[in-house]
């Protein structure tokens, strides 16, 4: 009878512990310093970039559910609703905020973060922005990476004129609720009058709107695409790379996200490279560095990409110099 007392007794005791157990679990989670993830667009297609970010924090010493949370807040191209998970972040003690991919995703961080170290990703010179006092010394709470997206239209338009050297009329898709899209716009306008075409300039806030863009273009005729730099162009990359398809329009894209779905080219920063740039701030903020001392990164790396396959679909041959100089070539 005092064997099964104590059975019993030792059997209570034990549920006691295991019921004891979630609490505890949920007390060391509560313990690891958390990142806050904030992101103007939507997961899936930022999928790739934010494995690069973890990758870069594994590789300093951070695994997430071990000695890091992450948190992840996606605006899905809403830019409203940044200030409003920006601020849940700060409420929920994040040790560093990090926030990508635009301008707007940094600026609703910082003034929301009431001192919490930022890390950002934007395509935008973040000292004429306001994000930072100067490039090597940021001076406040923020510090990051500036891939050089928004600074490329010329570029790009220069690309699509060697690949069509006939082409008189070239599209430009732009959101106009993008903060960027009139500074975007105007470098455009001023490269085609210097190659003296024709700008078709297309804009499109929504799903339903591209749709209307694109039947707009092929209706003008136009010869080619450009699309602005967007986080909402982004996230609907794939319906934007099938109308493109549909309609027979070459286009040249931001990054080789497009590409990869189809897109016939793409010109841009590597912007894995840029996400792996964040986890290695991260990483150095979370062992106590200051984003003050922390220089901007700048990333030099820009990549050309070409889709040779889609470039035949649309009866289109690519030039051998333009081959010759490509980072990547889908074959």
């Known amino acids: 009878m005092q064997f099964d007392r104590l059975r019993r007794r030792d059997f209570i005791s ?11 679990a949920r007390a060391q989670q509560a313990a ?3 990142v806050g993830f904030l992101h103007a667009g939507s997961a899936t297609p930022a999928a790739s970039y934010v494995a690069a970010f973890l990758s870069a924090l594994a590789e300093a010493g951070y695994v997430g559910n071990k000695n890091v949370a992450v948190e992840y807040r996606y605006a899905e191209g809403q830019y409203d609703r940044l200030p409003l998970l920006a601020a849940d972040l700060v409420r ?11 301008t707007a995703a940094a600026r609703a961080a910082i003034m929301a973060s009431n001192g919490t170290p930022i890390v950002f990703n934007n395509g935008d010179d973040p000292v004429a922005a306001g994000l930072v006092a100067s490039l090597n010394r940021p001076g406040g709470n923020a510090t990051g990476v500036n891939n050089y997206l928004a600074e490329l239209g010329a570029k790009r338009l220069g690309l699509l004129r060697e690949l069509l050297p006939t082409a008189a009329r070239f599209g430009w898709l732009v959101n106009p609720n993008e903060a960027r899209a009139e500074a975007f716009t ?7 009058a210097a190659l003296n075409v024709q700008i078709e300039i297309a804009h499109a806030r929504d799903s339903r709107e591209i749709e209307l863009a694109f039947a707009t273009l092929a209706r003008n005729k136009t010869d080619a695409l450009m699309v602005a730099p967007d986080t909402l162009f982004a996230s609907r990359n794939v319906q934007i790379v099938t109308l493109a398809t549909r309609h027979g329009i070459p286009a040249v894209y931001t990054v080789r996200t497009y590409v990869e779905h189809g897109g016939l080219m793409s010109y841009g920063p590597n912007l894995p ?9 991260t990483a150095r903020i ?9 220089p ?8 050309l990409v070409v889709n040779v396959p889609t470039a035949r679909a649309l009866g289109l041959t690519v030039p051998d110099t333009l081959l010759a100089r490509a980072d990547e070539v889908i074959e």
């Open 186 to 192: 105007k470098d455009v306008v001023t490269a085609a």
């Open 14 to 24: 034990l549920l006691g512990g295991a019921a004891a157990w979630p609490v505890a």
């Open 92 to 102: 929920r003690q994040a040790s560093v905020i990090v926030a990508a991919p635009n």
């Open 273 to 281: 490279e840029a996400y792996r740039q964040l986890g290695v701030y």
């Open 296 to 303: 901007v990164v700048q990333v030099n790396k820009l990549d």
């Open 32 to 34: 690891l310093p958390l």
């Open 286 to 294: 979370l062992k106590g560095e200051k984003p003050a001392d922390l």
